[in-house]
């Protein structure tokens, strides 16, 4: 079964400082993963995705994640964060084709808070 | 970029009665998913739809209903409402088309059930 973790419910930076929110999951097949983030009472928004090809992944707002297969992890990175990233951030695996495409596996969620 | 508006945005319901929430793209999305958000289970795939037909369910009882109009605009339902379906519920049109997971969120229908 496809499956997320975040094993982290926040993470505490300190603007300016490279911030890095961990994601590990367990698909069978090649995994389709995504970053979204939700704003105080607002919806999520979309940051990026992998699906094949680079490692590397640049989205929205200056984020990238780092795809690795080996040890089954897909982590949000920016090298300089601002008090303005702080939110929830979602981990997201594409579920097994069921008819649909767009049924995504959520993980739990961490919550960035950047301090001045 | 297209919107989502998602209404009501507020509504509070006690046990047992039923509720409809609409959804409605600014452009014309054939694709369309709906996520409850609670804090104890998250966000979780309730269905999806494609020109008007389900074509994904959630593990969600029969109780949560919805479907699809021919304009893209989309209704959920829920009878004979219980405590736990308090929560945030979300469409989600895709947002383009050929990109699978790549979707955009409305700011969601924060239902509270007493």
């Known amino acids: 079964a496809q499956s997320v973790a975040q094993p982290e419910d926040q993470v505490n930076v300190a603007e300016g400082n490279p911030l890095t929110v961990k994601c590990t999951y367990s698909?069978?097949?090649?995994?389709?993963l995504f970053w979204y983030v939700q704003y105080p009472n607002r919806g999520l928004q979309f940051l990026l995705k992998?699906?094949?090809?680079?490692?590397l992944v640049k989205g929205s707002y200056g984020f990238e994640a780092e795809f690795n297969k080996s040890q089954t992890s897909f982590h949000l990175k920016k090298p300089s964060a601002l008090v303005s990233d702080s939110a929830l951030y979602f981990c997201?695996?594409?579920?097994?084709?069921?008819?649909?495409?767009?049924?995504?596996?959520f993980g739990a969620g961490t919550r960035l808070a950047v301090h001045p | 970029k297209a919107g989502v508006t998602q209404t009501p945005r507020y509504l509070i319901k006690t046990r047992g009665q039923q509720v409809t929430l609409s959804c409605s793209p600014i452009?014309?999305?054939?694709?369309v998913s709906w996520y409850q958000q609670t804090p104890g289970q998250g966000l979780q795939f309730l269905f999806e739809?494609?020109?008007?037909?389900?074509?994904n369910k959630g593990n969600f009882p029969g109780r949560f209903s919805g479907r699809q109009f021919s304009n893209s605009r989309s209704e959920m339902n829920v009878s004979t409402l219980e405590l736990g379906d308090s929560a945030l519920y979300l469409c989600?049109?895709?947002?383009?088309?050929?990109?699978?997971?790549?979707?955009?969120f409305g700011e969601g229908s924060r239902l509270t059930v007493l």
């Open positions: 698909v069978s097949g090649n995994p389709y």
């Open positions: 989600a049109p895709r947002w383009r088309v050929r990109r699978p997971g790549e979707l955009f």
């Open positions: 997201a695996v594409r579920g097994p084709f069921s008819g649909g495409y767009n049924k995504l596996i």
């Open positions: 452009s014309g999305h054939r694709s």
């Open positions: 992998y699906i094949t090809g680079d490692n």
């Open positions: 739809y494609f020109s008007e037909t389900q074509r």
